[in-house]
């Protein structure tokens, strides 16, 4: 059998590709080395610039036809080993197979199926991998000696090898920058999709304005009132009953924190206080959430039970929205900061040397004049409250009520989105496509109103500038 | 004069408010992290129960049962225990880990006579009720019950109850059992995942910087790109994770649960923190340097790559720390890309089933067992450590490299 001649394999290639490059390298600036000590020739660029020419040139069409065929090879082999499993009318059982016979192969999974033509596949996958793999390395080797001669040969005295490679750098740079774009892009698009098909079989009218929620679907299809209920009003309130409480937390000790910090604390307080609590913020939220078990729940039951309050939910609103109230301190503390530090020094001098106290300047002076940047502080950490998934996954339940009763038990967007897609679930049921929905709603209200703050944030900024 | 006195009290009020409102952050801090140590510091020892283990000189080891032998020499500590149910009480105590201790023994057997006590690990809820988490009440506690109970006294009037370092929190990874279960799999996880990250958004999100700051010039498609940066750099984490399931697993069928994914995702997520610290970075360069290369001839490539790139590091390094720090706590995007499974095996590349270990701190809260609160909050204090580390670093390289110009 050929894969015993000839022992190709992908590290082989890769390595080869890397050292036909840095061969290249030192073979185009020893060239241009030689050519520079020659009597009465100037060359354009540095030695140095005509190896790294020479190189980029190499490894550029080999490393993108290797990536283009190895990604290609395997969706035809899936569709050729598809024939010896035609019998098999269910496609996820055929893939099934077929992932089978890629495992025994690649040597993952040694189980041999329940199936006439499994060896047989197995036998023309590992024969037709190998004679791929050869064909594979023998051409992109090659394609990189001939590139490699090329790239060799068109150092020349006047040859622009800097310029050339600076404009590869310059491009590299360029496409970087718009990867940023591609990932947003790539949200919308994965978003979209999964929500088109949500709508093709929930109404949009009942996704927005429906107030029941229920996604869980029967098992069997035929089973009757299987459709499940998408009604969001309820997940939409309780992500915003959490938020409202978190910033009800948050909103008074970031302000007032902001506010003596920037204004009364020395700067020796200044300089220790403000670091702990900016620890607040890079606690990870996972053990906010353990906090929240923990200690805060059983605190708030404990209360609940002092003061008499009934059907206090042990996963209810007040006890995610306070912890992650605490985690957003430290957001609302620094950016309020930050606008009540653009306050020109001026306003404050005119206004203390009128003879007002620093309370009444800060309340009367300051704050109005820094209202824009404090609104768009506590948006910006509001839209952080409403995308925050940890701690109301630990902490709030996944039982959709439409409740303003902070001791009940409401669900957020970002719950009900982990809900529906942790654990086995099928792919293109509502169920699961609804959370794609939640996703896209969610996404877009963080986005506007990121927007909204940075926008009224910018122009505060520039009025005083 | 009245109202001076009215107005200086408010003041005073005002200030205390604000006195309030930093002390108030700092106490919530510090009883988190108070209550995170002190639940998790229990769990860095374990409970281990001496027994008598008797070998002969010389014996033949290699076939022994190691499940029947410690059995046997259990019995031999205690002759009185005859019927069946007595038995599995008096063996219920161990732990399943006590075997695997014990056939390790067996194995580093040299013929030499043992004849002594050996300490065997306790299970989880032995542990639980000799640490005081779990209190006793009468003859039992918690899930131990009485029948339970008199052996463990048993034990305890003999002394042979020790608390001993708990080896299986970091040296093990994950398992059902909560005495045997440990983050070493999930700190792979998460090594794998931070490295795979640092690789893809670190060289973007520098390449990004610099064409945005030295190279594009301003028009609208630079402004688009800005804008979109920044917003980027707010989307909710939870929306990367599905990105990353409708891309990667579900576009480029990479494997589920596996580490690779996770990190590409977390580095999706990180680039436009690298991107807004190193454009920061850049423009604290001094234009004087930048002048002075170009004019003595450089071009500006050369002038970004010898001179505003490596004055511009320091802060790029900080900005970087502090983005692959909030990466490595981060949750959400890794439950939706699956790495949430049970896994027992430590991953040996990118490419196996993994978990994380914010991850594993997410599942092991879930976990009904007592035990398990411990090993969480344990488990929490790794993870701080980690970043606390990455601070460290960020605010020494800061301190320690960037100049002020």
Redesign the interface.
């Given at each position: 059998m050929i894969s015993h001649e000839i022992n190709m394999n992908i590290e082989f290639i890769i390595l080869s590709l890397i050292g036909l490059t840095a061969y290249s390298f030192l073979i185009g600036r020893k060239k241009a080395l030689a050519l520079s000590s020659l009597k009465n020739v100037i060359i354009h660029s540095q030695p140095y610039y005509h190896g790294l020419h020479s190189a980029l040139i190499t490894i550029f069409p080999a490393s993108i036809l290797l990536v283009l065929w190895s990604w290609i090879e395997s969706s035809i082999f899936s569709i050729n080993l598809r024939e010896y499993f035609k019998d098999i009318t269910d496609p996820a059982l055929a893939d099934f197979y077929i992932s089978g016979v890629i495992n025994y192969v690649g040597g993952v999974d040694q189980k041999i199926m329940d199936h006439v033509n499994f060896m047989s596949a197995v036998n023309y996958y590992e024969t037709t991998m190998q004679m791929n793999l050869v064909l594979k390395g023998i051409i992109i080797i090659f394609l990189t000696l001939i590139v490699s001669r090329y790239s060799l040969k068109l150092i020349a005295a006047d040859f622009k090898a800097r310029d050339l490679v600076e404009n590869i750098v310059i491009r590299v740079m360029r496409y970087a920058s718009i990867f940023a774009i591609v990932i947003t892009v790539g949200i919308v698009l994965s978003l979209l999709f999964e929500t088109l098909k949500f709508f093709e079989s929930v109404a949009v009218s009942e996704f927005l304005f429906g107030t029941h929620w229920s996604p869980q679907m029967s098992i069997r299809e035929d089973q009757v009132g299987s459709s499940g209920s998408f009604g969001a009003v309820p997940v939409f309130t309780g992500t915003l009953l959490i938020s409202f409480i978190a910033m009800l937390v948050a909103g008074p000790i970031g302000l007032f924190s902001a506010i003596y910090l920037s204004q009364y604390a020395s700067t020796k307080v200044r300089s220790i206080a403000k670091p702990i609590i900016e620890v607040l913020a890079g606690i990870p939220t996972v053990v906010y959430g353990f906090f929240a078990v923990i200690t805060v729940g059983p605190f708030f039951r404990e209360m609940g039970i002092f003061f008499d309050i009934d059907n206090f939910s042990s996963e209810s609103a007040l006890i995610a929205g306070s912890v992650l109230g605490i985690m957003i301190i430290p957001f609302v503390a620094s950016l309020t900061d930050d606008a009540l530090s653009a306050v020109p020094q001026s306003l404050k001098e005119g206004s203390l040397a009128m003879g007002a106290t620093l309370s009444e300047t800060t309340s009367k002076v300051i704050i109005p004049a820094s209202f824009h940047g404090i609104a768009g502080s506590f948006l910006l950490a509001f839209s952080r409250a409403i995308g925050e998934t940890m701690i109301v996954v630990m902490a709030a339940g996944f039982a959709a009520n439409l409740t303003a009763n902070p001791f009940n038990a409401v669900t957020t967007v970002t719950v009900q989105i982990v809900g529906l897609l942790t654990g086995d679930q099928e792919f293109n049921s509502a169920k699961t496509l609804s959370a794609f929905a939640l996703a896209f709603v969610l996404f877009f209200l963080t986005l506007i109103l990121n927007i909204i703050s940075l926008t009224i944030v910018n122009k505060y900024r520039e009025q005083y500038e | 004069m009245n109202s001076i006195i009215k107005?200086?009290q408010?003041?005073k009020?005002?200030?205390f408010?604000?006195?309030?409102?930093?002390a108030?952050?700092?106490i919530?801090?510090m009883?988190?992290l108070f209550?995170?140590f002190s639940?998790g510091i229990s769990a860095f020892n374990q409970t281990y129960i001496g027994v008598k283990i008797q070998i002969e000189a010389n014996s033949d080891v290699s076939n022994l049962d190691p499940r029947r032998e410690l059995k046997r020499n259990l019995r031999a500590m205690f002759p009185d225990v005859k019927t069946r149910s007595e038995k599995k009480n008096l063996y219920s105590i161990f732990s399943n880990g006590a075997y695997y201790e014990f056939q390790e023994m067996l194995d580093n057997y040299d013929g030499k006579k043992i004849d002594g006590y050996y300490y065997f690990l306790a299970s989880d809820d032995v542990d639980m009720y000799v640490k005081g988490t779990v209190k006793r009440k009468g003859n039992s506690a918690g899930r131990i019950q009485s029948s339970q109970m008199i052996y463990i006294d048993m034990f305890k009037n003999m002394n042979l109850i020790e608390l001993k370092y708990n080896k299986y929190l970091l040296g093990a990874s994950d398992s059902r059992d909560p005495e045997l279960a440990g983050i070493l799999g999930a700190i792979y996880g998460s090594l794998y995942a931070i490295l795979i990250a640092f690789i893809t958004s670190f060289?973007?999100g520098i390449?990004?910087a610099?064409?945005?700051e030295k190279?594009?010039s301003r028009n609208r498609f630079s402004d688009?790109?800005e804008t979109?940066?920044?917003?980027?750099a707010?989307?909710?984490?939870?929306?990367?994770g599905?990105?990353g399931?409708?891309?990667f697993l579900?576009f480029f069928?990479l494997p589920r649960s596996a580490s690779l994914v996770g990190g590409l995702t977390l580095g999706?997520m990180t680039?436009?923190t690298i991107?807004i610290a190193s454009r920061s970075a850049i423009k604290s360069v001094p234009p004087s340097i930048e002048e002075a290369s170009i004019g003595l001839g450089s071009?500006?490539?050369q002038t970004i790559f010898n001179f505003t790139l490596p004055l511009a590091m320091p802060g790029i390094l900080t900005g970087t720390i502090i983005g692959m720090?909030?990466a490595i706590?981060?949750?959400?995007p890794l439950?939706?890309i699956?790495m949430?499974a049970f896994i027992v095996d430590i991953p040996r590349s990118p490419m196996d089933a993994a978990t994380a270990l914010?991850v594993q701190?997410?599942l092991w809260?879930d976990s009904p067992e007592r035990a398990f609160?411990e090993r969480?909050?344990a488990a929490?204090m790794v993870?701080?450590l980690f970043?606390f580390v990455l601070?460290i670093t960020a605010v020494y390289l800061r301190k320690k490299l960037e100049k002020k110009w």
């Amino acid at each position: 059998m050929i894969s015993h001649e000839i022992n190709m394999n992908i590290e082989f290639i890769i390595l080869s590709l890397i050292g036909l490059t840095a061969y290249s390298f030192l073979i185009g600036r020893k060239k241009a080395l030689a050519l520079s000590s020659l009597k009465n020739v100037i060359i354009h660029s540095q030695p140095y610039y005509h190896g790294l020419h020479s190189a980029l040139i190499t490894i550029f069409p080999a490393s993108i036809l290797l990536v283009l065929w190895s990604w290609i090879e395997s969706s035809i082999f899936s569709i050729n080993l598809r024939e010896y499993f035609k019998d098999i009318t269910d496609p996820a059982l055929a893939d099934f197979y077929i992932s089978g016979v890629i495992n025994y192969v690649g040597g993952v999974d040694q189980k041999i199926m329940d199936h006439v033509n499994f060896m047989s596949a197995v036998n023309y996958y590992e024969t037709t991998m190998q004679m791929n793999l050869v064909l594979k390395g023998i051409i992109i080797i090659f394609l990189t000696l001939i590139v490699s001669r090329y790239s060799l040969k068109l150092i020349a005295a006047d040859f622009k090898a800097r310029d050339l490679v600076e404009n590869i750098v310059i491009r590299v740079m360029r496409y970087a920058s718009i990867f940023a774009i591609v990932i947003t892009v790539g949200i919308v698009l994965s978003l979209l999709f999964e929500t088109l098909k949500f709508f093709e079989s929930v109404a949009v009218s009942e996704f927005l304005f429906g107030t029941h929620w229920s996604p869980q679907m029967s098992i069997r299809e035929d089973q009757v009132g299987s459709s499940g209920s998408f009604g969001a009003v309820p997940v939409f309130t309780g992500t915003l009953l959490i938020s409202f409480i978190a910033m009800l937390v948050a909103g008074p000790i970031g302000l007032f924190s902001a506010i003596y910090l920037s204004q009364y604390a020395s700067t020796k307080v200044r300089s220790i206080a403000k670091p702990i609590i900016e620890v607040l913020a890079g606690i990870p939220t996972v053990v906010y959430g353990f906090f929240a078990v923990i200690t805060v729940g059983p605190f708030f039951r404990e209360m609940g039970i002092f003061f008499d309050i009934d059907n206090f939910s042990s996963e209810s609103a007040l006890i995610a929205g306070s912890v992650l109230g605490i985690m957003i301190i430290p957001f609302v503390a620094s950016l309020t900061d930050d606008a009540l530090s653009a306050v020109p020094q001026s306003l404050k001098e005119g206004s203390l040397a009128m003879g007002a106290t620093l309370s009444e300047t800060t309340s009367k002076v300051i704050i109005p004049a820094s209202f824009h940047g404090i609104a768009g502080s506590f948006l910006l950490a509001f839209s952080r409250a409403i995308g925050e998934t940890m701690i109301v996954v630990m902490a709030a339940g996944f039982a959709a009520n439409l409740t303003a009763n902070p001791f009940n038990a409401v669900t957020t967007v970002t719950v009900q989105i982990v809900g529906l897609l942790t654990g086995d679930q099928e792919f293109n049921s509502a169920k699961t496509l609804s959370a794609f929905a939640l996703a896209f709603v969610l996404f877009f209200l963080t986005l506007i109103l990121n927007i909204i703050s940075l926008t009224i944030v910018n122009k505060y900024r520039e009025q005083y500038e | 004069m009245n109202s001076i006195i009215k107005r200086n009290q408010s003041e005073k009020r005002f200030k205390f408010y604000g006195i309030l409102a930093v002390a108030t952050a700092i106490i919530l801090l510090m009883i988190l992290l108070f209550k995170i140590f002190s639940t998790g510091i229990s769990a860095f020892n374990q409970t281990y129960i001496g027994v008598k283990i008797q070998i002969e000189a010389n014996s033949d080891v290699s076939n022994l049962d190691p499940r029947r032998e410690l059995k046997r020499n259990l019995r031999a500590m205690f002759p009185d225990v005859k019927t069946r149910s007595e038995k599995k009480n008096l063996y219920s105590i161990f732990s399943n880990g006590a075997y695997y201790e014990f056939q390790e023994m067996l194995d580093n057997y040299d013929g030499k006579k043992i004849d002594g006590y050996y300490y065997f690990l306790a299970s989880d809820d032995v542990d639980m009720y000799v640490k005081g988490t779990v209190k006793r009440k009468g003859n039992s506690a918690g899930r131990i019950q009485s029948s339970q109970m008199i052996y463990i006294d048993m034990f305890k009037n003999m002394n042979l109850i020790e608390l001993k370092y708990n080896k299986y929190l970091l040296g093990a990874s994950d398992s059902r059992d909560p005495e045997l279960a440990g983050i070493l799999g999930a700190i792979y996880g998460s090594l794998y995942a931070i490295l795979i990250a640092f690789i893809t958004s670190f060289p973007l999100g520098i390449l990004t910087a610099v064409y945005l700051e030295k190279l594009a010039s301003r028009n609208r498609f630079s402004d688009l790109i800005e804008t979109n940066i920044n917003n980027l750099a707010a989307v909710p984490s939870i929306v990367f994770g599905l990105l990353g399931l409708a891309i990667f697993l579900n576009f480029f069928d990479l494997p589920r649960s596996a580490s690779l994914v996770g990190g590409l995702t977390l580095g999706l997520m990180t680039l436009p923190t690298i991107v807004i610290a190193s454009r920061s970075a850049i423009k604290s360069v001094p234009p004087s340097i930048e002048e002075a290369s170009i004019g003595l001839g450089s071009s500006k490539i050369q002038t970004i790559f010898n001179f505003t790139l490596p004055l511009a590091m320091p802060g790029i390094l900080t900005g970087t720390i502090i983005g692959m720090a909030r990466a490595i706590g981060e949750t959400a995007p890794l439950l939706m890309i699956g790495m949430v499974a049970f896994i027992v095996d430590i991953p040996r590349s990118p490419m196996d089933a993994a978990t994380a270990l914010p991850v594993q701190i997410f599942l092991w809260q879930d976990s009904p067992e007592r035990a398990f609160v411990e090993r969480t909050s344990a488990a929490i204090m790794v993870l701080l450590l980690f970043l606390f580390v990455l601070n460290i670093t960020a605010v020494y390289l800061r301190k320690k490299l960037e100049k002020k110009w």
